[in-house]
């Protein structure tokens, strides 16, 4: 069982920047796949960006590239995302999330936190 807390979310204006956190415990090393998603209301989950506790590789959606960057913090059992130059269009509710090797579906959500940008 792995447990994760996002936290950082808030209200920021447009062009502004928000890093968000998520702290995991738990069996963290069963899903080294580590993500944040987003929901905006009417619109379907999206993947933003993904990396692993392991290795340095990292996948960012085409509509955050060049903005937004994930991190980790082994020693914190943490991910970031770091998130500038932000746009009306990043509101959402953002979750963090860990999967296992080899599976495409994540195994693990966090309760989500809301990022609300102004315009």
């Known amino acids: 069982q792995v447990q994760l807390v996002e936290s950082g979310g808030g209200l920021v204006q447009a062009g502004g920047s928000l890093r968000l956190s998520c702290a995991a415990s738990?069996?963290?090393?069963?899903?080294?796949?580590m993500a944040w998603f987003r929901q905006a209301p009417g619109k379907e989950r999206e993947l933003v960006a993904s990396?692993?506790?392991?290795?340095?590789?990292?996948y960012y959606a085409d509509s955050v590239k060049g903005r937004f960057t994930i991190s980790k913090d082994n020693t914190k059992n943490t991910v970031y995302l770091q998130m500038n130059s932000l746009k009306a269009e990043d509101t959402a509710v953002y979750y963090c999330?860990?999967?296992?090797?080899?599976?495409?579906?994540?195994?693990?959500w966090g309760q989500g936190t809301q990022v609300t940008v102004s315009s």
């Open positions: 999330a860990s999967g296992r090797l080899g599976e495409t579906q994540y195994a693990y």
């Open positions: 738990g069996r963290t090393f069963s899903t080294p796949n």
């Open positions: 990396i692993r506790w392991y290795g340095g590789s990292t």
